[in-house]
């Protein structure tokens, strides 16, 4: 049972993890769309508004299929996910919000959502994604 | 000559100002009513989830929303391409907030009506002639025939004479017979107020004539639909439901309102035909562009009736939720090898859940769930949380914006990295027991949500954990921000519980304010069969235990029925699941409650 020490440093560590990723995944995103998939799991799922694309390869093809992207990214929060739902796999849900602008469309508001699980080398942790929800949200005005 | 506003809806205005007053201060017999309409949301949404005892229910939940969009330039779904007319959106006087027609220049009026007398041509049918039009009152199953038309009737500027009028599910229907007569009734929206000073709205829609007054048709006119598709181009345009539903040779035949699910299927299936022909290779949805549940219940997705065939419009675009995309965008069509100016974002879909089962959990454990959190007291929900499970909220908010201030209840909770720097509050913010949880959860502000505009994703799935997000619309419905609707979406990870249950062990909320294109009161879409008239009659005893667990709880008969039905008839169990006691086990992290049998039922607490 975590004291209420180990879990502000597990709190730490979840949001540490979840900013830096955050500032990774959007840049990568608009700027080097083609480098976005080595920050999936290999069998990772997307749901992107509604569309279900599941594995390295299809998501290849989808995120070469989008067009050009500009995010903006209004809202970040993240919570440890409880090792009893992961098998002591260290997880974090992050959750994302604010607005995007695909090329050639309007611009629109989203809400993401990332489940994020820690792939341990000597070196350093990476973090890597095992689960990517997406939806526009566009009955909302802030 | 744009009308004054008239002198009685000015009054109404003040009256509906007052009101919202006392209510800050104390309200009154309002909780009573608003209790009752609740009621019947729940009895909508009831419908409007399939009922899992049948196998055959369809399996997508597209989101209503995409046709609540009561922007015209948004929602695109109308064949006329020089000026959008939007039937089925919500008129923009409705929105809230809004206390003038905007838009009721003279050229708008007229524009409008030509567009209603033109959106008539498609439908003429052999035989008759004058157009008609049919007159829906959203939840106007709460009004008395006689008061409510003559109440249209003082507001109108035209005497009208309704034909058929009847209810169905919520809604108020009638047929009149003339454009200039449906133009006016249009006008009466908004203008009158029930005795609760809540506006009634008045949708019209173009229509074949009532039974009553059509003659028969042959059958053979129904093997017109097949010419009709073959009749298309391989085009996108062809998918355009919309078009296809207002022509005279597809829609308005007898016999397909007689057995509207016979014909619904044969045109469903025709249309797959069509379907298939079109999609391209570059489509990115393997799936061929049909909901992935779809295909598998092999063709014939649809099993539900439409007893009204005007309503096919409505429910088609549910079925192809992909063909009603939020702006307007073409489905995918094949990239040569991508330039950027061939990219198109993928349209958007409805609800994803993975196989039926998990659906029906995940709607069961959301209905339950909600059902508690707008009209139980949320500490109840202690039994549905992990001992150890993590909340946090966040908002966002127009500070300009001065009804969003009333969200400052969310505010002092709202967790949000990019603002938040202090380490010592970010931990704060995440609240980490179950009793946390709860206690947080029971001081935010009274809700009702809107179950009819829930987007469900699962998103992850494994053995131990189930992820999902919700998102839609919910109404604030206690002081001073009452009527106030939100956006939400709420995550949840959920682990198993022993008896078939999810137990929630992440839970994260976002908050936003709707504002005036978030809607209320959207015109209900019928799906699904009621639920009542699927199931064997109940015995005299049965019956009674309904009336008075109906009146017990404030809650509708068919709700009731399916509570006391799960729980075998025993009156005492099936109050006990609704109203969870506060006490936990003594196991840690077992949740005991939000238990869903093999059936789909909901069961209690075992002891």
Known sequence: ?142 | MAEPEPVASMAKRNQANDRAAKEAVGGHNHQVNSVQRRERWWGTFRRRFPNWSEPDSPSTNPSFRQQQDGDATASDTYVDSAVRYTPYAIPRYHRRGTFHKQDQTPVNMQREQKLLERSMEGCRLNGTSGSWFKITIPFGIKYDEKWLLNLIQSQCSVPFTPFEFHYEKMQAHFFVDNASIAFALKNVSGNIWDQDNERISIFVSPSDAPRSVHKELKSEKVQQIKPTMKKRDDSQEALDIQRLSSEADFMGHDEMAANPSKYMATSLGVHEENVTKVESAGEMDKKKGLEPQQMRAGGNALCTTFPDKSSNINSILELFPKLSCLDGQESPRPTLGGTEAHKKLPTCKGSVFGSETLKNLVLQFLQQYYLIYDYGDRRDLLGAYHVMARFSLTILFNPEDPASSILCKYFKESRNLKMLKDPYLRVRLLKHTKRDIVDSLSVLPKTQHDLSSFLVDVWFQTEMMLGLSVSGVFKEVEGKSHGCVRAFTRIFITVPTGNSGLCIINDKLFVRDAGPQGTWNTLPIPMVTPYSSSMPALSQEQQKMVQAFSAQFGMNLEWSQKCLRDNQWDYIRATQVLFLPKMTSGNSGQCEHFTVTKSGGLVGAEK
Request: negative net charge; contains cysteine.
């Open chain 1, 1 to 142: 049972m975590a004291t209420s020490m180990d879990f502000k440093t597990y709190v730490d560590q979840a949001c540490r993890a979840a900013e830096e990723f955050v500032n990774i995944y959007y840049e990568t995103m608009d700027k080097r769309r083609r480098a976005l998939t080595r920050l999936y799991l290999e069998k990772a799922t997307l749901i992107w508004n509604g569309n279900v694309v599941t594995g390295l390869e299809a998501l290849t093809n989808f995120f070469e299929m989008l067009p050009s992207s500009e995010f903006q990214v209004n809202m970040v929060d993240c919570q440890p996910v409880h090792e009893q739902a992961t098998q002591s796999q260290t997880t974090v849900l992050v959750v994302t919000s604010g607005t995007v602008k695909f090329d050639g469309n309007k611009q629109h508001y989203f809400n993401q959502s990332f489940l994020l699980t820690a792939q341990s080398t000597p070196n350093n942790t990476v973090w890597k994604i095992a689960s990517d929800c997406f939806r526009f949200q566009d009955w909302a005005t802030s």
